[in-house]
């Protein structure tokens, strides 16, 4: 049950943010649960290893570079799923940061660990 619910939480977060910036687009809230399908499945499988990579420049970065990285998994969303479009990598940086902003309120409110 939990897993569903952060599922929707996340699709939220990605429909709301492509509702608040003109700089991402969704079709629909259809797509809004693919791409947050597609992201949980990028980020269960290529961001551990990208992290691990990538590790002297976050720590000098003082975590910082996790910024670029989550922008580059939302970015690499973006191929796999139709409906959903970004101006450009930048885009995906905030686009990130916003998704995650409200992921994590969402989360908070609803009691999702």
């Given at each position: 049950?939990?897993?569903?619910?952060?599922?929707?939480?996340n699709a939220v977060a990605v429909y709301a943010t492509a509702y608040f910036l003109d700089i991402i687009y969704i079709e629909s809230f259809t797509s809004a649960l693919i791409v947050a399908?597609?992201?949980g499945l990028i980020n269960?499988?290529?961001?551990?290893?990208?992290?691990?990579?990538?590790?002297?420049?976050?720590?000098?970065?003082l975590g910082l570079f996790l910024l670029i990285i989550n922008g580059a998994m939302l970015y690499l969303a973006s191929y796999f799923v139709s409906g959903f479009a970004l101006t450009g990598?930048?885009?995906?940086?905030?686009?990130s940061i916003i998704i995650s902003l409200i992921s994590w309120l969402l989360s908070a409110i609803f009691g999702v660990k």
């Open positions: 049950m939990k897993l569903i619910l952060s599922w929707l939480i399908l597609v992201l269960a499988i290529i961001k551990p290893i990208l992290v691990f990579f990538s590790m002297p420049f976050i720590v000098v970065t990598f930048w885009a995906a940086v905030l686009g």
